[in-house]
């Protein structure tokens, strides 16, 4: 029988279950995998820009503005998949083999049917485009780009909720090694399909994103054949009864995944209205703030990949009904997270001028960027462990389904907080981009503590 598959190694006697030693191991253990996995995706997203930039300065804009609208949609599906690895670490906690592929089934319909609608959005980015007042050129060069990207949505969500299922059982190594292969499969391709080489078409902008597309078709494909084929994940048998779609389940899954999906466009809706307030300022401040965003992106994979790991290990004691187990793997992680950050935080601190020329260079031109770069990284010091909180924070309160005050608390932290005092301490008391970092730094700290006093409160309730 199916159901009969034991999903999770029994208790060994004599060895301390749940002690604190255990839990860093274990959450290290399936953090690891998932950082790097991260890591890996900024890492063909990095490649790409490079790759385009052989086409010249115009190409590099249109890439950059058919991102923005690229992001918008797939941000809200990257949401709804999110919700996947709770759904699925809680039946693998509670032993319901059953409930594990049904999580998966859910998730990857929801990637089907959801990405249709969400494909409108980059296949008319040229009319969004125009409508916000850029270049006719610019947009009609990012529509080509759009075209090519906007097929490949349904794999990569689909991607994801496969990530999801094998990370929820303890299985976070395959997702990494399928994205480690297609780093140089993707350069590759998508230099050939820009320049036409090996007899291929030269496409420019519209082969980028082609070649993108057909990367997240391979990556999709080849993590359904390891959990289709490979042991333990054939053991749950996840693909079984794929065509059937399983509505209570997929109602739950969207109930929880849809507030995680608007706290991420609301924290996106910061960051990019961030950027207007540096246009505002100068050329210069806008220049320093993406060179520190971007410094502060590679560094967010950390925690981010510790936040994923601790929604599977509170998951996991959620669904074994151990309250206890759920607190200590929330603390666990947002110690683990406080350790790491604060660790590489320094080192950013101590090399902040070195980032800065790395990217502008060391002549007196780029002097006043470079001065301006290091300075919002000294300043986004507080920041960067603000952040790393809040994303393992909410990691762990997505374990036990919370997710709508999360969403409450997103909408204080960021719009009620940060943007109001990045604008006043920006504008008003005349710190410019100094105030607009700051302004993030206190509204990500109210963000951030508001969840762990949730997750306090909902853990103190379980265990009542």
């Known amino acids: ?20 030693a255990d839990e860093f191991a274990e959450t290290l253990r399936l953090a690891v995998p998932m950082m790097l996995t991260q890591l890996g995706q900024i890492a063909m997203i990095t490649t790409d820009l490079a790759l385009i930039g052989r086409l010249g300065e115009d190409a590099v804009a249109a890439a950059a503005l058919a991102h923005t609208v690229y992001f918008v949609s797939f941000t809200f599906g990257l949401g709804l998949m999110a919700a996947v690895s709770p759904l699925a670490a809680q039946a693998f906690g509670a032993g319901d083999v059953r409930r594990i592929r049904r999580s998966l089934r859910v998730g990857l319909w929801v990637a089907l049917l959801i990405s249709l609608p969400m494909m409108a959005s980059p296949l008319y980015g040229e009319h969004i485009l125009l409508a916000l007042g850029q270049a006719p050129h610019s947009a009609a060069l990012a529509q080509r780009y759009l075209n090519g990207l906007a097929w490949g949505i349904a794999p990569a969500l689909g991607f994801v909720a496969l990530r999801g299922m094998m990370s929820a059982v303890n299985r976070p190594q395959a997702p990494l090694w399928i994205t480690l292969a297609a780093i140089p499969a993707n350069a ?15 496409l420019g902008l519209l082969g980028a994103g082609l ?10 494909v080849a993590a359904l054949a390891i959990v289709g084929l490979r042991k333990p994940f054939a053991d749950y048998h996840p693909l079984a009864h794929l065509w059937r779609i399983d509505w209570p389940l997929m109602r739950q899954l969207i109930v929880i995944g849809a507030p995680i999906s608007f706290s991420m466009l609301m924290e996106y809706g910061l960051f990019s209205s961030a950027a207007l307030l540096m246009g505002l300022i100068s050329t210069t401040a806008l220049a320093a703030h993406q060179i520190a965003l971007q410094v502060t992106a590679v560094l967010f994979m950390i925690p981010l990949g510790i936040g994923m790991a601790a929604t599977v290990r509170v998951g996991h ?23 790491l950050v604060s660790a590489l935080t320094i080192a950013i601190i101590l090399g902040r001028y070195a980032l800065g020329r790395l990217f502008f260079g060391s002549d007196a031109a780029s002097a006043a960027t470079v001065e301006l770069t290091a300075t919002l990284l000294l300043v986004g010091a ?7 909180l809040q994303t393992i924070m909410g990691g762990a309160l997505r374990g036990i389904n919370d997710t709508r005050m999360t969403l409450v608390f997103a909408a204080i932290g960021y719009w009620c907080v ?7 301490l920006a504008f008003n008391a005349g710190l410019g981009a100094v105030g607009v970092w700051t302004g993030l730094s206190i509204g990500t700290f109210v963000y951030a503590g508001l969840l762990i006093l949730r997750f306090g409160m909902l853990t103190r309730r379980l265990a009542g």
């Open 188 to 202: 590759a391709l998508v230099y050939c399909l820009i320049h036409g080489l090996f007899g291929l078409p030269e």
């Open 317 to 339: 004691a959620f669904g074994r009904n151990e309250p206890g187990a759920v607190r200590r793997a929330g603390l666990v992680a947002a110690l683990l997270g406080i350790a």
């Open 211 to 220: 070649a993108t597309t057909l990367v997240n078709l391979g990556t999709f």
């Open 382 to 388: 507080t920041f960067f462990i603000a952040d790393g």
């Open 1 to 20: 029988m199916l159901d009969t598959v034991q999903p999770r190694p029994q208790p060994q006697a004599g060895v301390p279950q749940n002690h604190l």
């Open 418 to 424: 940060a943007f109001p005092i990045a604008w006043v």
